[in-house]
T-cell receptor
């Protein structure tokens, strides 16, 4: 079945560092990928929709300059958390969907746990 | 606006028993899809089952079934013969708007007791 790979799984870094997270669709092409953020014991909140070859669409309240998204190919989207601070610590998870009909679910990566010290 | 409501923060079920996780939704769209995902403590999101708004029959996938009541806007997940490995967070989700955005509920934490 469709597989989405996300890397890295864990990141611990100092405040002020920029962190890049990769999301790859391994056996299908994904013109659209989604980036979510999940705080402990909370639901997934959509941050942005990543569109191949064009600008990402950000949800209300998400800082575009803080969370840079690049979708350079049909199999790769990256999320860069720029100048990360402790409040950016969270679980980030991406998803993609095989565009073959409405019944197809979004397939998720395994997520990235980001801890900013 | 789309909204998913899960009113059960936590549920306990005895091993081998069945359990129902509640989900209600709100949308003005006529066409939509409803999903259930399982999230173990490791964090990955595992797709369980899908129900389309025009599906006439309730969806079933192995031990999972979806009790879809369109008029009441509910899409409850039923897990039969619970197993210890079923202990996890369960999220109800809805996709509308041209099959793009997915809105998630706040989740229900299920714990299966031996």
């Amino acid at each position: 079945g469709a597989v989405v790979s996300q890397h890295p799984s864990w990141v611990i870094c100092k405040s002020g560092t920029s962190v890049k997270i990769e999301c790859r669709s391994l056996d299908f092409q994904a013109t659209t990928m989604f980036w979510y953020r999940q705080f402990p014991k909370q639901s997934l909140m959509l941050m942005a929709t990543s569109n191949e070859g064009s600008k990402a669409t950000y949800e209300q309240g998400v800082e575009k300059d803080k969370f840079l998204i690049n979708h350079a190919s049909l199999t790769l989207s990256t999320l860069t958390v720029t100048s990360a601070h402790p409040e950016d610590s969270s679980f980030y998870i991406c998803s993609a969907r095989v565009w073959t009909g409405e019944r197809q679910p979004q397939h998720f990566g395994d997520g990235t746990r980001l801890s900013i010290l | 606006a789309q909204k998913i409501t899960q009113t059960q923060p936590g549920m306990f079920v005895q091993e081998k028993e069945a359990v129902t996780l509640d989900c209600t939704y709100d949308t003005s769209d006529q066409s939509y899809g409803l999903f259930w995902y399982k999230q173990p403590s490791s964090g990955e999101m595992i797709f369980l089952i899908y129900q389309g708004s025009y599906d006439e029959q309730n969806a079933t996938e192995g031990r999972y079934s979806l009790n879809f009541q369109k008029a009441r806007k509910s899409a409850n997940l039923v897990i039969s013969a619970s197993q210890l490995g079923d202990s996890a967070m369960y999220f109800c989700a809805m996709r509308t708007g041209g099959y793009q955005k997915v809105t998630f509920g706040i989740g229900t934490k299920l714990q299966v007791i031996p």
